[in-house]
């Protein structure tokens, strides 16, 4: 399974982003999928993660109301919408598959990602 972000980019402080992870390869099943992220000298952690039916989300403190994890209609597709933008959000972008977890170890999917720059 290749997973694919896109979508980040530079934007101010308190506007929006949309980012876009499609997965290709063996996806004949349905993921749990992941947003993580990590900053410049800071380790990888935890955005938020959707379950396979979408049912289910869960986000990391610091980005709970102001982004949105959900799934498109393609299976496999998952989108992170991101508002209210801070500078501490500054970050690459990382999406993965096949978890729905805040450990990154429980992912076995990742792809490459898409850096994310807020600037103040």
């Known amino acids: 399974v290749q997973l694919q972000a896109s979508g980040g980019g530079l934007v101010q402080a308190g506007g929006s982003l949309r980012l876009s992870c499609a997965a290709s390869?063996?996806?004949?099943?349905?993921?749990?999928m992941g947003w993580f992220r990590q900053a410049p000298g800071k380790e990888r952690e935890f955005v938020a993660a959707?379950?396979?039916?979408?049912?289910?989300?869960y986000y990391a403190d610091s980005v709970k109301g102001r982004f949105t994890i959900s799934r498109g209609n393609s299976k496999n597709t998952v989108y992170l919408q991101m508002s209210s933008l801070k500078p501490e959000d500054t970050a690459v972008y990382y999406c993965?598959?096949?978890?729905?977890?805040?450990?990154?170890?429980?992912?076995?999917?990742w792809g490459p990602g898409t850096l994310v720059t807020v600037s103040s």
């Open positions: 993965a598959a096949d978890s729905y977890s805040v450990t990154s170890s429980e992912y076995d999917y």
């Open positions: 390869g063996r996806t004949g099943s349905t993921y749990a």
């Open positions: 959707i379950s396979w039916s979408g049912g289910s989300r």
